[in-house]
């Protein structure tokens, strides 16, 4: 009854009130809002009053030498209505606690919000200190300067009030030695009962269901509002904040977002808006394309998180795209491992537009830094494949050292070597060793030194939207630890592949289907299809008019079976039927590379995700030039034949030029010059002698594009500037590069990084061929780049780290042509023309002349 009744509540209330936020439906027993080192009431517009620590009946503040500071900064108070918590502090130079009498035992939530107050007296960004709440640790060695660049933080936990605490929560914060601790506001909200699980959670890998004891204590790492817009407290129950996924995907294009009316969603017996708000279980993202075809891919979120933890991941899902029930039957994979299998959101609910959601625990083991969240099609079904997700939130749990924070924690870390630097924001940690009690050491003398000459740069407390540690989007997916192989791959045998039958081609391609077309090339078509294993594929259909005779398009064959590798586009097989000629290649989700950095509405790649792509595409091109028994010149290396899988993976294409390079006692091959301008080897046009350092011009000018995000000719363009290879060059000599970056790396490349990355493009652009690097060389350039950037982000302590960034804003704005044009950079050898949007494929060139 009490879900009748629910629905029942809401309906009124929605009806009733306009904003449809159902506010009512859980009172909490405790609400304790405390505004630190303030000296009067503060009311928020989301309606939560932070009362300061003196007179208010909830808190006892022990201790004997504490200082409130605060500021009446007037951009601060009027900018925001929140930011108004962030103009006071208390500042304690012992160890102090705040005791928090609540009525109710159980669980609470607890928002500690902190700001580094720039004031005269107290160096708070640069301060260390650790906080414990009933025993759980909750920050140590906390320090803000390791934060990186959000200027205020609010971290969120769940420590248990037990019964034999008396009703209390005791908040400890400890200075460290001859340092300070602050905070701004402090938040106790009773959890409401069943918010939390604590038997039988599904466990990853499969096992037995997981008990959770009471005293376990969880922080939220992420709370995402799948396919949605950001929640902010104002909009939830418990006043929780729920942030947008885009940043999270692996491959944005893989999803596209779906929203219903949140009025619509129903809550059965067992939810409540506590669980999530109507919001969020009211969008999803959903397969791109879905129920077009029987698509094979996974929607893959990455989430960067400290490892030797146990993480709760509760994801939220409500079936809004489904036009009836038992439509929509999809896989859910976390860290690559099966968390559900068929799932059937509706044999759950037994309704579309219910609210559902699910519990699972699994441990993130050394060696790995983050969760992979994936939803995906099952391997057998005939329905259309669709796959969707609401809602995702992943709590880190307490250890059995009760501690959510580093290296106090139990069973992982027995010795004191630092598990792999990969804690960010807390370095100073590492100080049970006797190294860190030497940095401590030097740390506390620097800020003594410091201290009389306090004069920090100044911050913009609204620099950055985020409400909790925003770590940075973890998408890189090193070689080592991920490899997920498109399923087509796995399908290819050894030698020449598989030779399929006209038929299934045909089959595979709906009788080859205009709707699957992904791309027009003088070779012929390109098109979608789909094999009888279950494998997507893109299949080359030779144009009988082509001139591209049986012999060569038999030593094609011939050439690509040859090269396996991770960074190339692999051959799956062919048919020759019918005098058909047919190549069926992997198929890659992701599209071209060209895709992703301009002309289209794809999120921007970040510098990391930039270096990572160059690098695999280098590893392929590298592999070609030396790998097999003879070199391989691919003579057509550009953004669109990078193509990119699901993962971002990015895998070098389309061989219909290539060349087999010189023989020993040949320096060169003599053709016909082909190529696509804005990528030609000027050395090669000129002598008509083609080298593998003609693939290392191109991809210099490869490289520029992925750093300026513009086409590597673009006719509109002044004449300066129309190539990119030109007006880049022109910056990079007079050491100003950093003037034409993509706009949207700005802020975020690590000058070092920069400098190597622009001088390997430059070495790969140099006239003379025999000039330029080897690809190995270019390859090896571009992991130090890499390690640069990496490394910056890692380790760059304290307030000066903002310095070793690009943060200028570029004197130019380069012009990005709109549309999936392609036009711009003609191919002189032939009329190709890869006209559709979709270009997962690019043309295959017609190879005459070989
Ligand atoms: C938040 O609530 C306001 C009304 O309080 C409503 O107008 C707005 O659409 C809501 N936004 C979201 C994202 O839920
Ligand atoms: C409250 O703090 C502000 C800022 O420090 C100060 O200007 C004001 O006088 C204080 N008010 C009271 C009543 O102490
Ligand atoms: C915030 O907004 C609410 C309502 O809009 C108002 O009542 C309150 O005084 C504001 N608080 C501050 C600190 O400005
Ligand atoms: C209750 O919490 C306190 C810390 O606040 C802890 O010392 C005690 O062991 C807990 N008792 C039980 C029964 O869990
Ligand atoms: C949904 O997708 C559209 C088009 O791709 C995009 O413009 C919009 O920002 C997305 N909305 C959210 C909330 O991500
Ligand atoms: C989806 O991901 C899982 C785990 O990473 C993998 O086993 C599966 O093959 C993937 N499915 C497809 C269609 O790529
Ligand atoms: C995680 O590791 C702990 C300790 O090794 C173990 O007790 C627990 O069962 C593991 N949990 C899962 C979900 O594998």
Redo the contacts with the bound molecule.
């Keep these: 009854m009490g879900y009748s009744n629910g629905i029942l509540l809401i309906c009124i209330l929605c009806v009733s009130s306009m904003p449809c936020i159902v506010y009512a439906s859980f009172n909490p027993q405790d609400i304790i809002f405390i505004d630190c080192g303030g000296n009067k009431t503060l009311i928020l517009d989301d309606g939560r009053v932070f009362e300061p620590e003196s007179g208010n009946p909830h808190v006892t503040l022990s201790s004997h030498n504490h200082n409130a500071v605060s500021v009446l900064d007037e951009i601060l108070v009027s900018k925001s209505n929140h930011s108004i918590l962030y103009s006071s502090a208390q500042v304690f130079r012992e160890t102090s606690s705040y005791s928090i009498s609540t009525k109710q035992i159980g669980r609470h939530w607890i928002r500690l919000h902190f700001y580094p107050i720039e004031n005269p007296r107290f160096d708070l960004k640069s301060t260390v200190f650790s906080v414990v709440a009933?025993?759980i640790t909750l920050l140590h060695g906390f320090s803000f300067s390791k934060v990186g660049k959000v200027s205020r933080l609010v971290k969120e936990y769940v420590v248990?009030v037990?019964?034999?605490?008396s009703k209390k929560l005791?908040l400890t914060l400890s200075p460290w030695n001859g340092l300070v601790a602050f905070i701004n506001a402090i938040e106790v909200v009773s959890v409401p009962n069943g918010q939390f699980p604590s038997t039988n959670i599904m466990a990853v890998p499969l096992g037995p269901g997981i008990q959770i004891p009471?005293?376990v204590a969880f922080e939220t790492m992420y709370r995402i509002n799948i396919g949605g817009p950001n929640i902010t407290p104002k909009n939830d129950t418990l006043w929780r904040t729920w942030e947008p996924d885009r940043a999270f995907l692996v491959n944005a294009a893989s999803a596209r977002n779906v929203t219903a009316n949140p009025l619509s969603i129903k809550y059965p017996d067992g939810v409540s808006v506590d669980i999530a708000p109507n919001w969020v279980y009211a969008t999803a993202q959903e397969m791109a394309d879905a129920n077009v075809l029987n698509q094979k891919f996974n929607i893959s979120w990455a989430f960067e998180v400290e490892n030797g933890f146990s993480y709760l991941i509760r994801l939220h899902f409500c079936d809004i795209v489904s036009a009836a029930l038992n439509r929509l039957v999809f896989n859910v994979y976390i860290n690559q491992l099966s968390a559900l299998d068929s799932f059937d959101i509706s044999s759950r609910t037994m309704e579309l537009s219910a609210a559902y959601f699910i519990d699972f625990v699994t441990n993130v083991s050394m060696g790995s830094d983050r969760i992979l969240v994936q939803i995906g099609p099952p391997m057998l079904r005939d329905l259309p494949s669709n796959a969707i997700l609401n809602g995702l939130e992943i709590m880190k749990m307490s250890n059995s050292r009760d501690s959510l924070d580093g290296y106090l924690s139990g069973e992982y870390y027995t010795d004191s070597k630092s598990p792999g630097g990969k804690k960010k924001w807390m370095l100073l940690a590492i100080c049970s060793s006797s190294a860190g009690f030497v940095v401590f050491v030097l740390l506390s003398a620097a800020f003594y030194l410091y201290l009389p000459r306090i004069h920090q740069k100044k911050t913009n407390p609204h620099s950055s939207s985020s409400t909790w540690l925003p770590l940075p989007t973890h998408v890189g997916l090193s070689d080592s630890k991920i490899s997920i192989d498109s399923s087509a791959s796995t399908a290819h045998s050894l030698g020449l592949g598989r030779i399929f039958a006209f038929l299934d081609i045909s089959e595979a391609t709906n009788n080859f289907d205009k709707n699957l077309v992904l791309g027009v090339g003088g070779f012929g078509m390109v098109y979608r299809g789909v094999l009888d294993t279950g494998s997507v594929v893109a299949v080359k259909r030779g144009n009988p008019c082509s001139q591209q005779g049986l012999t060569e398009f038999r030593t094609e064959i011939e050439m690509l079976s040859k090269m396996r590798h991770r960074h190339l586009v692999s051959l799956i097989g062919y048919c020759e039927e019918l005098s058909e000629m047919i190549l069926v290649y992997e198929f890659m989700a992701g599209g071209p590379l060209r895709k992703h950095l301009y002309g289209s509405d794809f999120p921007p790649l970040t510098w990391k995700q930039r270096l990572e792509i160059c690098i695999g595409a280098a590893k392929g091109l590298h592999y070609l030039h030396t790998g097999a028994a003879e070199t391989i010149i691919h003579r057509d290396v550009k953004t669109t034949n990078i193509l990119l899988d699901e993962n971002l993976i990015a895998k070098v294409a389309d061989f219909g030029l290539s060349k087999l390079g010189p023989t020993l006692d040949q320096t060169h091959v003599s053709t016909a010059v082909k190529g696509s301008f804005g990528y030609l080897d000027p050395d090669y046009y000129r002598r008509q002698q083609l080298t593998e350092k003609s693939d290392v011009y191109s991809f210099g000018v490869v490289l520029l594009e992925v750093l300026c995000a513009r086409p590597a000719i673009n006719p509109s363009l002044p004449r300066e500037q129309v190539n990119i290879a030109e007006w880049a060059m022109n910056f990079q000599k007079k050491g100003r590069l950093e003037k034409i970056i993509d706009r949207n790396l700005v802020g975020h490349v690590n000058v070092e990084s920069l400098r190597k990355f622009g001088e390997t493009a430059e070495k790969c652009l140099l006239e003379y061929g025999v000039e330029r690097p080897t690809m190995g060389d270019v390859l090896w350039n571009l992991e130090y780049a890499l390690q640069l950037q990496e490394a910056s982000i890692q380790f760059t302590a304290s307030a000066a780290n903002s310095a070793n960034y690009i943060s200028d804003i570029p004197e130019w704005m380069p012009q990005i042509e709109i549309g999936d044009g392609d036009g711009h950079d003609q191919t002189i050898s032939d009329q190709e023309s890869d006209t559709t949007s979709s270009a997962v494929f690019s043309e295959l060139d017609d190879p005459r002349g070989r």
């Design positions: 009933n025993g248990e037990n019964g034999s605490s005791v009471g005293h």
